[in-house]
Nanobody, 119 residues
Framework: QVQLVESGGGLVQAGGSQRLSCAASGRIFSINAMGWYRQSPGKQRDLVAVFTSGDTTNYADSVKGRFTISRDNAKNTVYLQMNSLKPEDTAVYYC?????????????WGQGTQVTVSS
């Protein structure tokens, strides 16, 4: 069974920076996509940044130029460096991974980590 463990998050002032980490564990053969989504109260969960096939990255328009996703394949870990944070970035950030194990495909979510940006 594949699990995701997130770290980082917390309270930061507008204009500040934070870094989120997400590590996948389990009998993982391959990870096809891995990245970050966020959800604010009363809103749907939206993509923030994600690695897809190969080294392709996708970013939400609202974070382009401010957020950077990176990864350590050897550790099955992705990072989200968030700079120039704005109050509207406040949300619960969820890590997501899609891939394969010895028994088949998996799609899992992390438990979520709260990011709060004060004005």
């Amino acid at each position: 069974q594949v699990q995701l463990v997130e770290s980082g998050g917390g309270l930061v002032q507008a204009g500040g920076s934070q870094r989120l980490s997400c590590a996948a564990s389990g009998r993982i053969f391959s990870i096809n996509a891995m990245g970050w989504y966020r959800q604010s109260p009363g809103k749907q969960r939206d993509l923030v940044a994600v690695f897809t096939s190969g080294d392709t990255t996708n970013y939400a328009d609202s974070v382009k130029g401010r957020f950077t996703i990176s990864r350590d394949n050897a550790k099955n870990t992705v990072y989200l460096q968030m700079n120039s944070l704005k109050p509207e970035d406040t949300a619960v950030y969820y890590c997501n991974a899609i891939g394969t194990t010895n028994t088949g495909m998996f799609k899992v979510w992390g438990q979520g980590t709260q990011v709060t940006v004060s004005s």
